[in-house]
């Protein structure tokens, strides 16, 4: 079973200071999520990347297959991105896994104005 | 716009009821999901579907029930056999299931029904 780890859980900053969110799994994936929970409980996906980068406004994501890692970077952060940041990955090594993701536990972002 | 959307956004419920969640969307999506969020812990998984007619238990399935007899519906039931129902319930949905190597596209949520059973 894939295990997904969010580093930190909780992260604490002052408006526009640069922001990295750590993900490690521990099997090789087809693609990697990130996702942004709102206060009021919904979730958006940000990203889907499976190599390099992806970038969207000031939301940056990174992706190193081999060392089976990623970064979810918010450059310029500001008081509206505070919200609960979480990454996810398809749950099984090998053969099929259809359905499963496994989530981390979430990385809670509090930024300050 | 498209979208998911499940109602109700929040549901009191007797111990010894059944309930059911409604999730419903518009963006032609083959696969469908249930997941349950307990405080401190992440997503897990409760049912999921690949087509309509068809679905799948996930990690979590004991006491729920789903149906999928239309493509945009995927409705939950949580039965009185759910011993812990209070919780929050993500509905989602993707072009394709998951699969190690499978690329599904972008996931898609609902805002969530909150369940408190009293």
């Known amino acids: 079973k894939n295990e997904v780890e969010q580093s930190p859980q909780n992260l604490t900053a002052q408006e526009g200071e640069f922001i990295t969110i750590n993900c490690s799994y521990s099997v090789g994936i087809s693609a990697l999520h990130w996702l942004q929970q709102h206060p009021g409980g919904g979730i958006v996906s940000l990203f889907m990347l499976s190599s390099g980068k992806k970038k969207h406004g000031r939301l940056i994501a990174t992706i190193n297959i081999q060392e089976k890692h990623s970064s979810l970077h918010i450059t310029a952060s500001h008081p509206r991105d505070s919200a609960v940041y979480i990454c996810?990955?398809?749950?099984?090594?090998?053969?099929?896994?259809?359905?499963?993701?496994?989530f981390g536990q979430g990385t809670i972002l509090t930024v300050h104005p | 716009d498209g979208g998911i959307t499940q109602s109700p956004k929040y549901l009191f419920r007797k111990e010894g009821q059944n309930v059911t969640l409604s999730c419903e969307q518009n963006?032609?999506?083959?696969?469908m999901y249930w997941y349950r969020q307990d405080p401190g812990q992440g997503l897990r998984l409760i049912y999921y579907s690949q087509i309509v007619n068809d679905f799948q238990k996930g990690d979590i399935a004991e006491g729920y029930s789903v149906s999928r007899e239309k493509k945009e519906s995927f409705p939950l039931t949580v039965t009185s056999a759910q011993k812990n129902p209070t919780a929050f319930y993500l509905c989602?949905?993707?072009?394709?299931?998951?699969?190690?190597?499978?690329?599904?596209?972008?996931?898609?949520f609902g805002e969530g029904s909150r369940l408190t059973v009293l």
């Open positions: 963006l032609n999506h083959d696969a």
């Open positions: 996810a990955a398809p749950a099984n090594a090998g053969g099929t896994s259809y359905g499963k993701l496994t």
């Open positions: 989602a949905s993707s072009h394709r299931v998951f699969g190690q190597t499978t690329n599904t596209g972008e996931l898609f």
